[in-house]
């Protein structure tokens, strides 16, 4: 309730805006202006913001929702309000096709591919004759409700608002989910995503649809605002502008896609209108000044405007409320009797002409905890992406619960039950630890992207998030719940990847360097707990380089050196092993 009053708020102010006694009519023009920037930046809000997908090429997506609406109302006479659902299925379908090439993309090519694609569909706007060619379409109908024809500015003015406070209220709703968090995490990379069986393709295809269709939703009403189209407001240069007005209000905060257009949007009509007066109408000076106006913005606000007015007002985030009832449904405990959890048989990786993982055998039995110990550089993280699938091995054989994995992608042997962490850690800086570690759980939710936009998920969602409580209450951090990942220590963002691997109720749980930056009592707590693991039914395999930790914990411990296994026994027996001190301590020790 919490979080729909602001929104309930907002939504009555912009009601009664037109109303307000002498308003004049070009406020209303400008706040029309806002509207329609609005919805676009709250597309990239999500695209790029929070997805970590820049797009220059959105001004297209707008050009097809506008393009839609004018050929079937003009050409073959359709009400407006039926080419609405077409005019959003056009742009998502064309988001379709140019999504599944332009996502793929990463670094500098994802932008410089929207720019690519965006000046093309520009041009085909600019040259079909159907289109109107650069003249556009004119003489479109305007919107009608009964008798009521929105032929003037403030009678539109409320189909706008009423889809930017909708839109809104629908991408809140989207990343406070399961789905939402699931594009979070592709910001920190794709390893850590799939590790908890988030399937980052879908997942970034998901968001590019979304910001298209919001963008063919503000293209639909600039068509029946305007009512006339051409090419020049979908051009390159309005999609740079779309993505200036997310970045200037703040990329990953929906109200700072509002606030972001009504920056842009009013002060480059101040700078249209009194510029030319000032230096008597010669040259382009507004865009020049209005290009350094925006620096200077970014200058004084790096993240945006609607953060740097958030931590100015003192507003604290809502806290979720978490109902400790809840339970997650467990991971049905596999029947191991005859075989290991874990079986590694010769498996080899090579890259080029190194050879990372030289012939490796061993394997994990139900409630035991292995060690995976050996000097830097001697293969043991790359072992473990190997069994978690971020690598495929060269040859060998691994099977988990006696299902071949050695070519699974990571979702796939996440669904085993296998869980981990990452020698580098790999949290979301800007989420909280409760919102961290539910990501943990995302396979064992349910809920989709159309359920979480209408709120239809709130009970899968409670169930998440006491599900992630439990585990930060498990690993000791409750005090640290609600704060960001980002601002805590090293050790203590080590402890929350482990209650996010935790989350996922794993049979076998992979634990790479868990001790690195822990104080001794933390260890010794690290230690309590792997132990309550094990005796719960848990394996674990950890690779450690604090010896004391590991000969006091570990079961049995497997060494490698260069890639190839020279050991392998129990703690007592790896510390008198000579090829084990050699490996440690050199030939002469």
């Known amino acids: ?25 070009f406020w209303i023009v400008l706040l029309d202006n806002i509207g329609l920037s609005a919805l676009v930046a709250m597309g990239l809000v999500l695209l790029t913001g929070v997805g970590g997908l820049t797009s220059f090429g959105q001004a297209a997506f707008c050009g097809f929702g506008a393009y839609t609406t004018a050929v079937l109302t003009t050409a073959y006479g ?31 090519y994802l932008p410089l591919g929207t720019i690519a694609w965006g000046l093309g569909l520009f041009y085909l706007f600019s040259k079909l004759e159907f289109l109107g060619r650069n003249d556009g379409i004119s003489s479109i109908p305007p919107l009608e409700i009964g008798s009521l024809k929105m032929l003037e500015p403030d009678t539109i003015y409320f189909a706008i608002w009423t889809a930017v406070i909708v839109s809104a209220w629908l991408t809140m709703n989207l990343l406070d989910s399961r789905t939402g968090r699931a ?26 649809i979304y910001a298209a269709v919001l963008a063919g939703l503000s293209g639909w009403l600039y068509a029946h605002f305007e009512r006339a189209v051409n090419p020049t407001p979908f051009g390159a240069q ?26 842009v949007v009013i002060l480059k009509e101040i700078l249209q ?156 800086a800007d989420m909280t630890v409760l919102e961290n570690v539910a990501i943990g759980a995302h396979l064992r939710g349910h809920s989709g992207a159309i359920a979480s936009m209408l709120r239809l998920d709130r009970g899968d969602e409670a169930k998440l998030l006491a599900e992630a409580a439990r585990q930060i209450e498990r690993v000791g951090l409750v005090a640290q719940a609600h704060m960001l990942a980002g601002s805590l220590s090293l050790g203590q963002q080590r402890v929350v990847e482990i209650a996010r691997a935790l989350c996922a109720d794993p049979v076998l749980l992979l634990l790479d360097e868990p001790a690195a930056g822990l104080r001794h ?34 079961d049995r411990v497997v060494v490698l050196d260069f890639g190839t296994k020279i050991a392998e026994g129990t703690p007592e027996a790896i510390k008198a092993n000579p090829d084990v001190i050699r490996a440690y301590l050199g030939a002469v020790a």
């Open 273 to 428: 209108s009194y510029l030319p007066y000032l230096f008597h109408g010669e040259g382009q000076l507004e865009t020049i000044v209005f290009g350094m106006l925006l620096v200077l913005l970014l200058q004084l606000a790096p993240s945006g405007a609607w953060p740097w007015l958030i931590r100015r007002l003192s507003v604290k985030p809502d806290r979720k409320a978490i109902d400790a009832a809840l339970v997650l449904p467990p991971r049905e405990r596999p029947d191991t009797a005859g075989g290991a959890l874990l079986r590694i048989e010769h498996a080899k990786k090579q890259f080029g002409g190194v050879v990372a993982v030289n012939d490796v055998s061993f394997g994990v039995d139900a409630r035991e905890i292995v060690a995976l110990i050996g000097p830097n550089g001697a293969g043991k993280s790359t072992t473990f992406n190997l069994i978690t699938g971020v690598l495929s091995a060269s040859s060998g054989a691994i099977s988990v619960l006696g299902k071949a994995v050695d070519n699974a992608t990571p979702q796939e042997v996440t669904r085993l039950g296998v869980s981990r962490t990452f020698q580098h850690v790999k949290l979301i």
């Open 521 to 554: 009592m933390e260890k010794q707590r690290l230690a309590a707990l792997l132990r309550e693991l094990r005796d719960g039914g848990m394996s674990v395999l950890l690779v450690e380089h604090d010896m004391g930790f590991v000969m006091n914990l570990a």
């Open 183 to 208: 594009i979070r995490a592709l910001r920190r990379g794709h390893v850590a995503a799939e590790a908890f069986g988030i399937r980052p393709p879908r997942a970034k295809l998901l968001v590019f």
């Open 1 to 25: 309730m919490r979080q729909r009053l602001p929104v309930l708020l907002f939504a009555l102010v912009m009601a009664a805006v037109p109303f307000v006694p002498g308003m004049p009519p």
């Open 78 to 108: 359709l009400s407006p309000w039926l080419t609405l659902p077409l005019s959003l299925l056009v742009s998502g379908l064309f988001a379709v096709a140019l999504g599944l090439i332009t996502v793929r993309l990463s670094g500098h």
């Open 238 to 263: 309005a999609g740079i502008e779309y993505l200036f007005v997310a970045v200037i209000g703040g990329a990953g905060y929906v109200w700072g896609g509002v606030l972001g257009a009504a920056i």
